[in-house]
C-alpha cells in the first residue's frame, strides 16, 4: 500500500468526524460557485442596471471566503488535536515526522478537492434554481441557464489556493511532542476549571463599554468600531471568565448539586464551557453578525413597506421658483393625460424651510401657512389648526421617531433662527401618514405669520411650492407588485422628469418624488440584501452547528470511557441521556440566547436614529429563525451522540 492510499484509508476511517466538516466545506463551495454564476452571468455581465445587485454578490464572496479560511483553520486544528494518540502510535511504530506532516497534508488536500468538487457539481445542478430564484428576489428579467465556465474555475482556483494554504498552515499544528505525551492524548486527567475575578470585572467593564458606546445621541464609527470590539472582547470574557464563577456559584448550592444527577451534568458542564470557551465566542459573534445583518434587512424592508402604505400621495412636484409653477404643473398634465387618467387630485401647498432653536443642535423645520394646510390637513390625518389670540399661535407636528429632543409641547415657544419670530405652540401632533409625508417638524402658522417670516429671511428664504397628488384607486394595498399599473407609470414618470431633453434641458425645473418608484427602488435593494444575507446567515448557521459537532466528537472517547464506568456503579441509559443531552443543549443555544441580547442591543439605537422604533419583531423574527435551525442541528447532533454513549453502556 502506498503513501496516498494510506492518506485515503485514513480519511476513510474517519468518516463520522470528517462527515460534517466535509458538508460544510462542500456547501460553503456551493454557494461561492452559485454566487459567481450570477455575477459572470452574460445577460448581466455588461449591464449599468444591474451593478448593484452584482456588487452585492461580490462583496457576499469575499464574505463566505473569508469566514472559509478561519472555519476550516479552526476545523482541521480541533481533528489534529483529537488524534494525538493516533499520531503517537505511528511514531512509535517507525513514522518519522516528515512522513506525520505528509500524512496530515495529503488528507486535507483529498478532503479540499472532494469538497470542491461536490460543492460545484451539487452548485451546478442546483444553477438554474439559483438563477430563477435570484431574478424573482432581485425583481429583475429570468435569467436562462449557460454553463459557468469561468465560475467554475474561479470557485476551483479559490478554494484550491485556500485549501493548500490552511493545509501548510496546519503543520504547524502538529507539536513536537514527545511519544508518551501523545499517546496519553485526552487520557490525562483534567485540571479543575479556574477564573480570574480581575479578568471577570474586566469584561463586564467591556460590555459596559460597548453599551454605553450606542447610547450617544449620534452614532459616529469611531463609536460603532469602539462598541463592536468591546463587544467582542467582551463576550470572550464572558464565556471564558463569568461562566466558570457562574458555574462555580451553582455548584455551591448543595441542595440543588446532590439533587438526582444534577452533580454529574453540573461538573461536566463546568469542564465543558471552560474548554469549549473559545468556540463558543466564535459561534455568538458569527451568529450575532448574522443576527444584526438580517434583522437590519428585515428592518427596513418593514419600514419602506409602512412607508409605501402610508403615503397618501402617488408623487409630489417640488418647485422652488414661482415663475416655473405653472409651466411645471402643466407639464405633469400633460404627461399623466398621455398615459390615460385624468381622475387625480392636486394640492398645492408652499412651504418654507427654516431652523428650530434649542439647547441642543439646530433643528431644521418647515413652514407652512395655515390657508394651505387646510387643504391636507384631512389627508395626513393630524389635527385643523385654529389661530389663537393675535393669531400668534402655531401647531406643531412631529414625524414618528423624531430624536427632536428640545422640541417644545403645548404652551412652549418654538424660535426661528435669523428671524425675531416667536411662536407659541397650541398643540403638538403627528402620525403614521404624517411621517411618510415629511421627514422633519412641521410649524402651522397663520398665512401673515408666514409672510412676515418670509420677509425677515430676505434673501436667505428657502422657500417652495409642494404640488401633492392623489391617484384614486393607487396605494391601497400594503406592497406593490411590479406589473402594476402605478408601478409601471411611476417608473416612466422617474425617468421622465430625470431624463434631459434634446435641447439638454428637462422637462420640469423643479423636482419630483415617486412613491412607487421610490418603494421599489428601495425594495430591489432590500431585496438583493436579503437574498444574499439569507444565504450568508445560513452558511453561518450551518458552520456553527459543525464547530459543535466538531469539539462533541473530540471529546466523546472521554466522555465515552466516563459514562462507561458510571454505568457499571448504577446509573442507567436514562440518566446517562438527560445529563448528557441538558449538557449538549447549553452548549447549542446559550450563543443563540446571548448573541438575540447583543443583536436586540445594537440594532435598536441604530434603527432609532434611523426614525425605526419597531426593532423588537425583526430581533425576535430573525432569533426564532436561528433558533429554530440549530434546534434541528441539536437533535441530530444528539442522537448521534447518545447512540455513540449507549453502545457503552452496561
Known amino acids: 500500500m502506498n503513501f496516498p492510499r494510506f492518506a485515503y484509508n485514513n480519511v476513510k476511517r474517519n468518516a463520522r468526524a470528517y462527515f460534517a466538516y466535509f ?61 494525538n494518540k493516533e499520531f503517537g502510535l505511528l511514531l512509535m511504530l517507525g513514522a518519522k515526522p516528515s512522513q506525520l506532516n505528509r500524512l496530515v497534508f495529503l488528507e486535507n488536500m483529498i478532503i479540499g478537492a472532494g469538497a470542491i468538487f461536490g460543492g460545484i457539481g451539487v452548485g451546478l445542478l442546483l444553477s438554474k434554481l439559483f438563477l430563477l430564484l435570484a431574478s424573482r428576489v432581485t425583481d429583475t428579467e429570468e435569467l436562462p441557464f449557460y454553463w459557468p465556465v469561468r465560475a467554475a474555475l474561479l470557485t476551483t482556483g479559490a478554494f484550491a489556493l485556500l485549501f493548500l494554504s490552511i493545509s501548510v498552515l496546519t503543520l504547524l499544528f502538529v507539536r513536537k511532542r514527545n511519544i508518551l505525551e501523545l499517546i496519553q492524548g485526552s487520557a490525562k486527567p483534567k485540571k479543575e476549571p479556574k477564573a480570574s475575578i480581575l479578568l471577570a470585572l474586566f469584561g463586564i467593564a467591556l460590555l459596559t463599554v460597548g ?54 451534568w453540573v461538573s461536566e458542564l463546568a469542564y465543558k464551557i471552560k474548554d469549549n470557551a473559545r468556540i463558543l465566542f466564535l459561534i455568538t459573534v458569527v451568529t450575532s453578525i448574522a443576527s ?133 405652540v397650541s398643540d403638538t401632533a403627528g402620525g403614521k401618514t404624517f411621517t411618510a409625508v415629511s421627514y422633519a417638524p412641521v410649524l402651522v402658522v397663520t398665512d401673515e405669520a408666514f409672510e412676515a417670516v418670509k420677509k425677515q429671511l430676505g434673501e436667505e428664504t428657502h422657500a417652495s411650492t409642494h404640488v401633492y397628488y392623489t391617484v384614486p384607486g393607487w396605494g391601497e394595498s400594503d406592497t406593490l407588485d411590479s406589473s402594476s399599473k402605478e408601478a409601471l407609470i411611476g417608473s416612466e414618470m422617474q425617468s421622465w422628469w430625470t431624463s434631459d431633453q434634446g435641447s439638454g434641458d428637462r422637462p420640469i ?57 458510571l454505568s457499571k456503579t448504577g446509573l442507567s441509559i436514562g440518566e446517562m441521556k438527560k445529563s448528557a443531552t441538558l449538557q449538549i443543549a447549553l452548549l447549542f443555544f446559550i450563543p443563540i440566547a446571548v448573541s438575540a441580547i447583543q443583536t436586540f442591543v445594537v440594532l435598536n439605537p441604530i434603527l432609532k436614529l434611523m426614525s425605526i422604533s419597531n426593532v423588537t419583531v425583526p430581533v425576535l423574527t430573525t432569533t426564532a429563525a436561528f433558533l429554530a435551525a440549530q434546534a434541528f442541528y441539536f437533535f441530530i447532533v444528539r442522537n448521534r451522540y447518545l447512540n455513540r454513549l449507549k453502545k457503552v453502556m452496561v
Not at 449591464?47 to 472555519?71: L, N, P, S
Not at 464609527?221 to 471568565?241: C, H, K, M, R
Not at 421610490?518 to 452558511?539: E, P, R
Open 509 to 565: 425645473s423643479g423636482s419630483m418624488s415617486v412613491r412607487s418608484a421610490s418603494y421599489m427602488n428601495f425594495k430591489q435593494q432590500v431585496s438583493v440584501l436579503g437574498f444574499i444575507g439569507v444565504f450568508v446567515a445560513l452558511m453561518f448557521s450551518l458552520s456553527s452547528a459543525s464547530f459543535l459537532y466538531f469539539k462533541l466528537h473530540s471529546e466523546l472517547t472521554r466522555d465515552s470511557q466516563m459514562y462507561h464506568s
Open 23 to 83: 458538508l460544510s466545506s462542500a456547501f460553503m463551495v456551493m454557494i461561492f460557485f452559485s454566487f459567481a454564476v450570477f455575477i459572470f452571468h452574460p445577460a448581466i455581465q455588461d449591464t449599468e442596471m444591474h451593478a448593484m445587485t452584482r456588487a452585492g454578490m461580490k462583496a457576499a464572496e469575499y464574505v463566505i471566503f473569508v469566514f472559509a479560511f478561519f472555519f476550516v483553520l479552526y476545523s482541521i486544528s480541533v481533528f489534529l488535536k483529537s488524534r
Open 211 to 264: 453599551w454605553m458606546a450606542l447610547q450617544r445621541e449620534s452614532i459616529d464609527p469611531l463609536a460603532l468600531f469602539v462598541a463592536a470590539g468591546a463587544g467582542i472582547a467582551g463576550t470572550y470574557f464572558f464565556y471564558s471568565q463569568l461562566s466558570v464563577l457562574f458555574m462555580r456559584i451553582i455548584k455551591r448550592n448543595r441542595a440543588f448539586v446532590w439533587r438526582r444527577t444534577n452533580l454529574l
Open 292 to 424: 444584526m445583518s438580517v434583522g437590519f434587512v428585515l428592518s427596513i424592508n418593514q419600514e419602506t413597506r409602512a412607508l409605501y402604505a402610508d403615503n397618501p400621495y402617488a408623487f409630489e412636484l417640488s418647485v422652488s421658483e414661482k415663475d416655473d409653477l405653472e409651466a411645471d404643473k402643466q407639464a405633469v398634465d400633460n404627461f399623466v393625460s398621455e398615459r390615460g387618467f385624468d381622475n387625480y387630485k392636486a394640492e398645492e401647498v408652499r412651504e418654507m424651510y427654516v431652523y428650530l432653536q434649542g439647547d441642543g443642535a439646530e433643528q431644521i423645520g418647515i413652514l407652512i401657512p395655515a390657508s394651505d394646510y387646510t387643504k391636507v390637513f384631512s389627508t395626513w390625518e393630524t389635527p385643523a389648526f385654529e389661530a389663537g389670540g393675535g393669531n400668534a399661535e402655531t401647531l406643531l407636528l412631529v414625524p414618528d421617531g423624531s430624536t427632536w429632543r428640545d422640541r417644545p409641547s403645548a404652551g412652549g415657544k418654538a424660535a426661528l433662527l435669523g428671524t425675531e419670530s416667536s411662536f407659541t
